[in-house]
């Protein structure tokens, strides 16, 4: 068997290699050149995917990448792994799943399985997918070819999370396309989840990602009750957790990240509009989160004010760029909004991530691109005035951060374990 992976990003090539792993031949296929010339050569661009694994997957021939679409008439399957954005109008962005779907079509082979895993609203397979790929290549959905959704459920940086054992739901646009797609992804998966249709599989992906952002959203508003009535959410949260049952923890931070939780949900929210629904829990969620860097702001403020300094001078460095612990993915990270609102304020602002040596170039972040983490020593880190903890990186020495740093805002917790001196760390 040999299939394709289009879109060889964050799920594409962890995906790839899955396969590669279980013995599927593997054309991973990309627009971006400059990836698809780094994997020919065995290498990796995502620092948690270690080169040696695209090295043996190349050199042994199960994995290959290219940038020429027809080269999908020699595979017996396609998985779509594009991304999945919002527009300037925070509303979906689908162009790029529209896309490949038009440079797929023309090559479309009779008994073909096309699975989309790019998070996106129910109907986007039956509806949107199918209709380009029926125009471009004039063959017809669950006949001609088949059509299935599975969501991706990548958790990077987790080294517990492992392709081959995350339960994998699988929504088919026929009973028969679920059979293809069911027997696909068991020879890479162990468990597979099979649902009524595509628009249930959608509708999963959006529900655990809602999931997450409604509960993040309540232990951020829970963190800013709490910390006027001088309780430390963070002691009350790891007290809640040892309930075994009916609780599941989740933790406050300066704002969301990430390509999916800040994003996903609101693919549901526009919708659900064409069917009269409003998504409340959805808004008010996204309302809490965007409103926490603003939140970090003032205990930046309060914490230079206790030190007769205002924000205007100051010079800040927000530690970790990255939207999580331990990754190098800085998109859609609440860092950038922090350095944006303290350079709006005064502020000389930098940034340290071990991660993210230099800011790769990005859609949302055009100006900040070329711009270089500063060092790790003393006489660095000892000359800003404020370390803004903005990502827990478990790689940083927060001993060191301890004993250089003027004054921490922390917004992780990262302090909690590390001896300060008396009005040294701030918790925001
Ligand atoms: N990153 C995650 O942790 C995660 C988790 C679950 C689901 N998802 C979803 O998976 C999808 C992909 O996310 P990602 O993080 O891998 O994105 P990514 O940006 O890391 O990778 C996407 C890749 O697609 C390529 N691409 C774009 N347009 C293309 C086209 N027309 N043809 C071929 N390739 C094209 C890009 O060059 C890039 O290499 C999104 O829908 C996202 O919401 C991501």
Redesign the pocket.
Known sequence: MKIAV???????LPLSLQFARSGVTVLG????TH?VDLLNQGRSFIKHIPAEIVTEAVKNGIFSASTDFSRIREVNAIII????PLNKNREPDIS?II??GR?IARHLQQGTLVVL????YPGTTDEDLREVLEIGSGLEAGKDFHLAFS????D?GNPDSKVASIPKVVGGFTPACLDKAKELYSKAIKTIVPVSSCRAAEATKLLENTFRSVNIALVNELKIVYSAMGIDVWEVINAAKTKPFGFMPFYPGPGLG???IP??PFYLTWKAREFGQHTRFIELAGEVNTAMPDYVIRCVADALNERQKSVNGSKILVLGLAYKPNVD?ERESPSYVLLEKLKARGAQVAYYDPYVPIIRPTREHAHWTGTKSVAWDKETISSYDLILISTNHASVNYEELAQWAKCIVDTRNAMASITTTPGQVWKA
């Open positions: 289009v879109g060889l990003g964050y799920v594409g296929l990309d627009i971006d990836k792994c594009v991304p999945t790029f896309e490949t440079s895993e790019s998070t996106t969501p991706e459920r990548e990077p990430g390509h999916c994003i996903d993915d």
